[in-house]
């Protein structure tokens, strides 16, 4: 999707061996739809050319506060009125603490202090050694930065180029274009704790075989990264899919049905909005066998009983009345036909203020949905769209909805 389409980044690169990746990101960023100005350091010259930089940017890059090529000789006051957003990434250590002092030796630092900060902001993503990072000299600036309304991204774990493993790395492409693509998102939420379940649950029959269904999970892993950038506090129950997580969500992988409702039953307290995206497997062996069922020669199949799973939503609907909460419950209806009937009388039959209609067999696993929005007052449908803008949208609706009492 265009998200960035529009948008006039900058893009800052200071000395760190994580410019490697900042080549990366500037491809994501553009294919976002966004125009990106690169400005690198001296030392970030060190580790990528700026031939690499200004291939991928379509754009020269520019290195020094003395270039003339600027009619007034200023670059650094154009770079920091005209983007939408100055990004540096990689962010070392020494530039942080440049910023944080407030000093302006080379273009870069120079640009970040010339931004009006009202209007331009500056999102930084540090990437250095776990011991620089875990310095308090760093920490300290890291926290002067955030008190001057600078956006200090976290740092990802893991191997390090020293060899080592801790804090320290620099974010991912895709994660730090995510983080951008939020940035600019309005923040409907902000303040509110949002609970996702999402995907399809697994109910085991053996230890290698168990019932399913098509559930692909793209639809809650949509909503709960519209939920994050909307400004909430995004916890996903995910049921077996192979998604990445979204950026800045909490994720609780499970597996079955009872797994599912024990981790919503863990998580749900200190949540304002539930959304269940989930597409839970009604009923489940009576018992899961220990060993692999075999076949026994008689050619007859064995014989599975069956019982059925809690309803999760109905469950926490029925509880969140029960003690008159401010929890906002929203439900999920895969159909295969009659869509609008099925979705009002699943409203009803859930307990929730709002229910969400889809046709199953065209939705599952596909990138692209409808959706049909039935609350008390009626029903709104949402067209033909990709999920995560889908997601958006109902995002909004959801938020709009906040302030009124639910009414079922
Ligand atoms: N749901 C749930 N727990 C279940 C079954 C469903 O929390 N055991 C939730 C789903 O996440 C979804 C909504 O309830 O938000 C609708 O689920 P669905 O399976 O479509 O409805 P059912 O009540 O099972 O009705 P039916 O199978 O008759 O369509």
Redesign the pocket.
């Known amino acids: 999707m265009n998200d960035l389409a529009g948008k006039h980044i900058v893009l800052g690169l200071s000395g760190g061996i994580a410019c490697y990746k900042s080549a990366e990101l500037c491809r994501l960023l553009i294919k976002a739809g966004a125009t990106v100005q690169v400005v690198m350091t001296e030392a970030a010259t060190q580790f990528i050319t700026p031939v690499t930089m200004q291939a991928l940017s379509n754009q020269p890059v520019l290195l020094s506060q003395w270039d003339a090529r600027e009619p007034n000789n200023m670059p650094h006051i154009k770079l920091g009125r005209e983007p939408d957003a100055i990004v540096i990434a990689p962010a070392s250590a020494d530039l942080l603490a440049q910023l944080a002092q407030g000093r302006a030796a080379d273009l870069l630092t120079l640009t970040c202090l010339a931004r009006p900060l009202e209007r331009t902001p500056l999102l930084l993503a540090p990437a250095m050694n776990r011991e620089m990072w875990a310095h308090p000299a760093t920490q300290r600036n890291v926290t002067q930065l955030r008190a001057d309304g600078a956006v200090v991204l976290p740092v990802g774990q893991g191997d390090q180029a020293c060899g080592e493993v801790g804090d320290g790395r620099m974010l991912e492409p895709e994660q730090l274009c995510d983080a951008l693509i939020a940035h600019f998102q309005p923040k409907w939420l902000a303040g509110q704790r949002v609970l996702v ?1 999402a995907g399809p649950t697994f109910e085991a029959i053996d230890p290698v075989r168990g019932i399913t269904n098509h559930s692909s999970g793209k639809m809650g892993f949509a909503i709960a990264r519209a939920a994050q950038e909307a400004g909430a506090e995004v916890t996903l129950v995910a049921g077996p899919v192979h998604l990445p997580t979204p950026w800045g969500v909490r994720r609780v992988n499970v597996q079955s ?1 009872l797994q ?2 024990a981790a919503v039953q863990a998580e749900v307290e200190g949540a304002t909005v539930f959304v ?7 009923w489940r062996p009576a018992s899961a066998a220990d060993q692999k069922l075999k076949k026994d020669g008689s050619g007859l199949p064995p014989a599975l009983d069956f019982v059925e ?8 609907a029925q509880g969140e009345r029960a003690r008159c909460g401010a929890l906002y419950c ?6 295969s036909h009659d869509l609008l009937a ?1 979705a009002q009388a ?1 409203r009803a ?2 307990g929730v203020p709002l ?1 969400v209609g889809n046709i199953g067999p065209a939705t599952f696993g596909q990138d692209d949905n409808a959706l049909l929005l039935v609350d008390a007052e009626g029903y709104r449908e949402l067209s033909h769209a990709p999920k995560l803008n889908l997601a958006r949208q109902l995002v909004a609706e959801i938020a709009r909805r906040l302030g009124a009492a639910a009414q079922v």
């Open positions: 379940t049905a599912m409702q269940a995206a989930a597409a839970v497997a009604d799973n809690p309803d999760i939503l109905a469950g926490v929203v439900g999920f209806a895969a159909e099925h699943k039959r859930k229910l």
